[in-house]
């Protein structure tokens, strides 16, 4: 888009007007190569609203919530990014499903992420060609842009992350990604050897070119580069995540709900036996990383999970559950195969003030001549693991996990990325109090009426108080007990 020229106050010069169209960059990357360059996590500042002695509302563990220097104007485009999936996941359409509905210009779609307009100054020897002087402009607008361009550069790969991993439902999006800048500029200048530039900056981000889509190329069946096959894998999406929700729902605490969560994935799936990170399958496509090849539990084929598939489906039903959930990624040393391999697991939180590790992945191992959903060797061996838990290695959960975070990418920009820390593990292994079913810290009376609920429908996902094997009204005495004793003190004081 060209604008028209700001005027100038000239005397007795003549005053000639030119525009033309400025330089524009683009940027392609993968969320994979930029959690390659993870590090260990050091001491993170604080938000700035933190700082000033506010509280950080809503949920403040999510990625996006966690960044402190990022430009609203990207906190912006995450905000459309979720409400382009959410129209699509509630049966519409948007620039997500297809890029025809975002902008077009140089043979590629396009979401405009932001747009600026500034004017810039410039001089030019006297007596200067046409194309000197428009040289002279551009020049001025580069320096004047740059700054701006490299801040795109930085933050564009992380806020796509944050859109990504905040957003697992939004499942169709692979993790590949394109940005790039456009500057349009008018100018107008006199003989005297100065000049005004007038730019406009775009910032996109590309949906579609001639060899992109920003869509997944799934496999078989799941190819979701068309709107109908998106729609078509919605309803696929919702039957599966709910499926094995009704069984999470089914239980009362956050325990079960996340136990029942984790075992169905390692009990229907098995990790993919064709992916290597160096020799994978072409049309193995995106579907190995998509949550919904947990969610649908897939076994010796193309479309079983790697371990993201494994941590986004926890995220979707956590998410669906209410359960603050994160995905963590970076790399892990595996005490078993004894090196370090690029993992992703999640954080947990099970009640309001303690957060724990969980890694499906590593629960569901493959096993040599087995190639079906149950191998006998699933375990809860990395279920709600604490920071200091060990593993039979000897290695501590946080040893073998790091907390990383990337901390550039690959020079495309020079600004670093700062966040709030991440929750705090837990120290040791998380397992619900017989006298706490609701976790809350208390034994109350909603743990009296949690337990008269469970005897009275025959539940099973309430501990057993008095050890006897079962929920009975021995439990149930044990916990009035308690209670009554708590309410007693309390009263005292």
Not at 113 to 140: C, H, L, M, R, Y
């Amino acid at each position: 888009m060209l604008l028209c020229g700001t005027s100038l106050t000239a005397t007795s010069q003549e005053v000639f007007t030119e525009e033309f169209e400025g330089p524009s960059t683009m940027v392609r990357g993968d969320l994979r190569d930029l959690m390659r360059t993870c590090k260990p996590s050091g001491p993170l500042r604080a938000r700035q609203q933190a700082e000033e002695g506010e509280e950080i509302a809503g949920d403040s563990y999510t990625y996006q919530a966690r960044i402190t220097n990022m430009p609203e104007y990207l906190h912006a485009f995450i905000d459309s990014y979720v409400e382009a999936g959410q129209a699509v996941l509630d049966g519409g359409t948007s620039w997500l499903s297809d890029p025809k509905e975002g902008g077009y210009e140089s043979n590629a779609y396009f979401f405009l992420v932001n747009e600026e307009t500034g004017n810039v100054d410039f001089t030019f020897p006297t007596g200067s060609t046409s194309d000197a002087i428009k040289k002279a402009a551009q020049k001025a607008v580069q320096n004047e842009t740059a700054p701006k361009i490299d801040t795109l550069n930085s933050f564009l790969p992380y806020a796509f992350l944050c859109a990504n991993y905040d957003h697992p439902e939004i499942f169709w999006i692979s993790n590949s990604f394109m940005f790039g800048t456009s500057t349009s500029l008018s100018l107008r200048y006199n003989a005297t050897g100065t000049g005004t530039a007038t730019y406009t900056l775009k910032a996109k981000f590309i949906l579609r070119t001639n060899n992109f889509d920003i869509r997944s190329n799934g496999y078989l069946n799941y190819d979701f580069r068309e709107p109908k096959n998106i729609a078509a894998g919605v309803k696929r999406f919702y039957a599966a995540r709910d499926n094995i929700l009704k069984l999470c729902q089914k239980k009362r605490t956050t325990y079960y709900k996340l136990l029942a969560a984790h075992d169905w994935l390692t009990q229907h799936n098995c990790y993919n036996r064709y992916f290597n990170a160096n020799t994978s399958p072409a049309d193995l496509g995106n579907m190995p990383w998509c949550p919904l090849s947990a969610l649908e539990g897939n076994s010796n084929n193309l479309q079983s999970p790697v371990c993201e598939g494994y941590a986004r489906a926890m995220k979707v039903l956590c998410d669906a559950m209410d359960i603050p959930c994160i995905l963590m990624g970076g790399n892990a040393f595996d005490p078993v195969q004894l090196q370090m391999e690029a993992h992703m697991w999640n954080y947990v939180q099970v009640n309001d003030s303690t957060w724990c590790a969980l890694d499906a992945t590593w629960d569901d191992p493959t096993v040599s001549g087995v190639n079906t959903a149950v191998s006998g060797h699933e375990s809860h061996d990395w279920f709600l693991l604490g920071s200091s838990s060990k593993y039979s290695g000897g290695i501590t959960f946080m040893d073998s996990h790091p907390e990383q975070w990337p901390t550039g990418y690959e020079n495309k920009g020079t600004i670093i990325w700062e966040t709030t820390t991440w929750p705090q593990l837990s120290a040791d292994r998380w397992a619900p109090d017989p006298y706490d079913p609701n976790g809350d810290a208390a034994t109350d009376k909603q743990d009296v009426e949690l337990m008269a609920e469970t005897i009275v429908s025959n539940g099973e996902d309430i501990e057993d108080v008095d050890g006897n094997g079962r929920v009975s009204i021995g439990d149930l005495v044990r916990i009035i007990i308690r209670y009554l004793s708590n309410a007693e003190e309390t009263a005292e004081q």
